[in-house]
């Protein structure tokens, strides 16, 4: 494994902007992540994990440790449905691979960016699907322990934009491989309203190949979809979560908005109740395609956050607080940040 030297990150994340790693190094074995670790401990520097980087901002100064970003590659078919998939892995390459041979299980999940080990990190989920319904095993470097384990799906955590990885023990777990159980000859799933009214206004037979084809595009007019040379693509995706509130405060935040139309919500469970963080913002003045410089928000998709050129993290970052700002002001509530910032 050859370490790099001031290697230059925005170019490495959808986003596109931030500055360079002081070290740097691609990770193609579970040995060289092992390595990795041992290189970095033994130098007293901290390490950073990367995938796609496609839900990453990273700090202008970059980042004084080393960046090892995870190249494992590898699909294993295991039998009935059970696949062992290397954690460099393309995300929406392996979804397409599951599609073609009749896997049901991640086909609204097409179309998502980044790779197979991102994805237990944040549990992704999109159209009515999240990764948690078909992991069934995550296998990971354990930083406290030096060793390789083998987590079940219990033992990740699972929930909304949140797991072990990113929450309970943040930075502990380098991810190798995760294992899927997924569903032979399965329904494909239409539970999402976009994705129902697509077909209901379609002549195609629903199957695994139309749903997927069908969240493309959905994901597309929504600058959801990596396309080469939008610029609303330069995105982290979704740069804020949709808020989870107490049901009693519902009520409240909806007056406090003044706004003529029902808010929009969604029970969360446990008396919680979720928001549109959408709804918030474009309330709080912030509507598509609103520019603030080098930064903006994407003609199409509320909640995405873009570089419009040559942006810095300092101007996305600008964006945000104001557009917390608003929102905080207009609706007393607080919009968390969905991207992970490095350096
Ligand atoms: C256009 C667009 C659309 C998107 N749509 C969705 C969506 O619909 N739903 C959704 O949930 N997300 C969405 N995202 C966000 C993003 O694609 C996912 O979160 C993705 O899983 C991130 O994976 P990544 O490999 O790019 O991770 P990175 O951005 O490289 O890293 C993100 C975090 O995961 C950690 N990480 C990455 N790989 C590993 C590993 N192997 N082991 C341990 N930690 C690791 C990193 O350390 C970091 O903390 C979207 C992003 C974009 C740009």
Same mark, same amino acid.
């Given at each position: 494994?050859?370490?790099?030297?001031?290697?230059?990150?925005?170019?490495?994340?959808?986003?596109?902007?931030?500055?360079?790693?002081?070290?740097?190094?691609?990770?193609?074995?579970?040995?060289?992540?092992?390595?990795?670790?041992?290189?970095?401990?033994?130098?007293?520097?901290?390490?950073?994990?990367?995938?796609?980087? %496609?839900?990453?901002?990273?700090?202008? +100064?970059?980042? /004084?440790?080393? =960046?090892? @970003? *995870?190249?494992?590659?590898?699909?294993?078919?295991?039998?009935?449905?059970?696949?062992?998939?290397?954690?460099?892995?393309?995300?929406?390459?392996?979804?397409?691979?599951?599609?073609?041979?009749?896997?049901?299980?991640?086909?609204?999940?097409?179309?998502?960016?980044?790779?197979?080990?991102?994805?237990?990190?944040?549990?992704?989920?999109?159209?009515?699907?999240?990764?948690?319904?078909?992991?069934?095993?995550?296998?990971?470097?354990?930083?406290?322990?030096?060793?390789?384990?083998?987590?079940?799906?219990?033992?990740?955590?699972?929930?909304?934009?949140?797991?072990?990885?990113?929450?309970?023990?943040?930075?502990?777990?380098?991810?190798?491989?995760?294992?899927?159980?997924?569903?032979?000859?399965?329904?494909?799933?239409?539970?999402?309203?976009?994705?129902?009214?697509?077909?209901?206004? %379609?002549?195609?037979?629903?199957?695994? +190949?139309?749903? /997927?084809?069908? =969240?493309? @595009? *959905?994901?597309?007019?929504?600058?959801?979809?990596?396309?080469?040379?939008?610029?609303?693509?330069?995105?982290?995706?979704?740069?804020?979560?949709?808020?989870?509130?107490?049901?009693?405060?519902?009520?409240?935040?909806?007056?406090?908005?003044?706004?003529?139309?029902?808010?929009?919500?969604?029970?969360?469970?446990?008396?919680?109740?979720?928001?549109?963080?959408?709804?918030?913002?474009?309330?709080?003045?912030?509507?598509?395609?609103?520019?603030?410089?080098?930064?903006?928000?994407?003609?199409?998709?509320?909640?995405?956050?873009?570089?419009?050129?040559?942006?810095?993290?300092?101007?996305?970052?600008?964006?945000?607080?104001?557009?917390?700002?608003?929102?905080?002001?207009?609706?007393?509530?607080?919009?968390?940040?969905?991207?992970?910032?490095?350096?």
């Amino acid at each position: 494994m050859t370490i790099r030297e001031n290697v230059a990150l925005g170019p490495l994340t959808t986003l596109g902007v931030g500055g360079p790693a002081r070290y740097f190094a691609v990770a193609e074995t579970e040995a060289d992540v092992a390595e990795a670790v041992r290189w970095a401990e033994e130098r007293g520097v901290s390490l950073f994990v990367l995938g796609g980087g %496609s839900n990453l901002l990273v700090s202008d +100064a970059g980042f /004084a440790g080393l =960046v090892l @970003q *995870i190249g494992i590659k590898g699909v294993r078919d295991r039998r009935d449905g059970l696949f062992q998939v290397g954690a460099g892995e393309v995300w929406d390459e392996f979804v397409d691979r599951m599609v073609k041979a009749g896997m049901q299980g991640v086909e609204c999940l097409a179309g998502i960016p980044g790779s197979v080990g991102g994805t237990p990190v944040q549990n992704v989920g999109a159209y009515g699907q999240e990764v948690a319904e078909t992991i069934v095993l995550v296998r990971a470097f354990d930083r406290k322990s030096c060793q390789f384990v083998q987590l079940d799906r219990e033992a990740c955590k699972f929930r909304y934009r949140k797991s072990l990885f990113n929450k309970d023990e943040p930075d502990r777990y380098i991810v190798t491989r995760v294992d899927f159980r997924l569903h032979p000859s399965g329904q494909p799933q239409v539970t999402y309203g976009d994705v129902k009214r697509y077909f209901a206004e %379609s002549s195609e037979t629903i199957d695994l +190949a139309s749903v /997927a084809s069908a =969240v493309r @595009q *959905i994901r597309r007019s929504k600058g959801m979809l990596l396309v080469e040379n939008d610029p609303d693509c330069r995105s982290a995706g979704s740069f804020f979560k949709n808020p989870v509130v107490e049901a009693g405060r519902v009520a409240e935040i909806a007056a406090a908005g003044t706004c003529k139309e029902a808010m929009p919500h969604w029970p969360a469970g446990d008396g919680l109740v979720k928001l549109s963080a959408a709804w918030l913002i474009e309330r709080a003045g912030f509507g598509k395609g609103f520019a603030d410089g080098a930064a903006g928000i994407s003609s199409r998709h509320t909640l995405a956050l873009i570089n419009r050129g040559g942006a810095t993290a300092v101007d996305i970052e600008r964006l945000q607080d104001r557009i917390r700002t608003g929102v905080r002001e207009r609706f007393g509530v607080e919009l968390e940040r969905e991207p992970v910032k490095l350096g």
